[in-house]
């Protein structure tokens, strides 16, 4: 009897032991810690410019925009694009979702997208889109984003934005 109580004792200790790695290791409910890295958090502005195929606008157009970066995870909306000066030409305003977070990058899929500013009738900013959100020092960042239609890049846009404030 002696015997199968270490035996029972032991097992005890071995599923005590998997069951506090375990509660350790899987995330607590209620515990929704951001996947965006802090030093993305803020307000960014800066010089955006587009290109498209399309030949009566000369495949260009720059204009400037802000960002806002919040705390979130991958799938949750984590920044706010706004078109703030494009002059004559259309700049668009749309909302951001996380899709991934790497190493020295985010990746961010174009969610809830705003009719273009000063743009003629009938035009529309195109929804599919993927941005990469790339830190290039403590306090400029650079993005890049691609416009798809039926599964082609048809277009896209970059810019160097200088952060305005922390979140």
């Given at each position: 009897?002696?015997e199968?109580?270490?035996?029972?004792?032991?097992?005890?200790?071995?599923?005590?032991?998997?069951?506090?790695?375990?509660?350790?290791?899987?995330?607590?409910?209620?515990?929704r810690s951001?996947?965006?890295?802090?030093?993305?958090?803020?307000?960014w502005?800066?010089?955006?410019?587009?290109?498209?195929?399309?030949?009566t606008?000369?495949?260009?157009?720059?204009?400037?925009?802000?960002?806002?970066i919040?705390?979130?995870s991958?799938?949750?909306?984590?920044?706010?694009?706004?078109?703030?000066?494009?002059?004559?030409?259309?700049?668009?305003?749309?909302?951001?979702?996380?899709?991934?977070?790497?190493?020295?990058?985010l990746?961010?899929?174009?969610?809830?997208?705003?009719?273009?500013?000063?743009?003629?009738?009938?035009?529309?900013?195109?929804?599919?889109?993927?941005?990469?959100?790339?830190?290039?020092?403590?306090?400029?960042?650079?993005?890049?984003?691609?416009?798809?239609i039926?599964?082609?890049v048809?277009?896209?846009?970059?810019?160097s934005?200088?952060?305005?404030?922390?979140?």
């Open positions: 009897m002696g199968r109580a270490g035996v029972i004792a032991a097992i005890t200790g071995v599923l005590a032991l998997v069951v506090s790695l375990l509660a350790w290791l899987l995330p607590q409910s209620g515990d951001s996947a965006v890295p802090e030093q993305y958090l803020g307000t502005r800066g010089q955006v410019t587009m290109t498209f195929p399309d030949p606008r000369e495949g260009k157009g720059a204009g400037t925009d802000e960002i806002t919040k705390q979130g991958v799938g949750d909306t984590v920044a706010d694009q706004r078109a703030v000066d494009w002059g004559q030409e259309a700049g668009c305003s749309r909302s951001w979702q996380l899709a991934e977070v790497n190493g020295d990058h990746v961010l899929k174009a969610g809830t997208t705003g009719a273009p500013a000063n743009a003629p009738s009938g035009q529309t900013c195109l929804a599919d889109l993927t941005m990469s959100v790339r830190l290039t020092g403590q306090e400029r960042m650079e993005i890049q984003a691609n416009y798809t039926l599964g082609t048809t277009g896209a846009f970059s810019g934005l200088v952060r305005q404030s922390r979140t």
